[in-house]
């Protein structure tokens, strides 16, 4: 059983910061790809950000571009998102995602995810 568990969300004013962290865990689980999509009230599921190889190859939304930044920690299973001069409309609820094989970047093509976890920009 794989396990993503995110944390680091929370209110922060327009112009701010967070970062957001995502732990797998499970017997055997090597991430092969992590990344980040959100889900803002009444919209979609979009992607954010993802991370493929141990971090040697990068993606990112064009949203994303300049402002986030994702990393990973391959000895803990780990994907980070840096989240700089956050805007009102960066609130939704963030979900990291993972796969052990290589895939593409849509939601269909990862197997494990996380709760979720809320993301508020205050104006």
């Known amino acids: 059983q794989v396990q993503l568990v995110e944390s680091g969300g929370g209110l922060v004013q327009a112009g701010g910061s967070l970062r957001l962290s995502c732990a797998a865990s499970g017997r055997s689980f090597n991430a092969y790809s992590m990344a980040w999509f959100r889900q803002a009230p009444e919209k979609e599921r979009e992607f954010v950000a993802a991370?493929?190889?141990?971090?040697?190859?990068?993606y990112y939304a064009d949203f994303a571009k300049g402002r986030f930044t994702i990393s990973v920690d391959n000895a803990k299973n780990t994907v980070y998102l840096q989240m700089n001069s956050l805007r009102p409309d960066d609130t939704a609820v963030y979900y990291c995602a993972a796969e052990d094989f290589e895939s593409g970047l849509l939601e269909g093509d990862f197997r494990f995810w996380g709760q979720g976890i809320q993301v508020t920009v205050s104006s």
């Open positions: 991370v493929k190889r141990a971090g040697a190859s990068t």
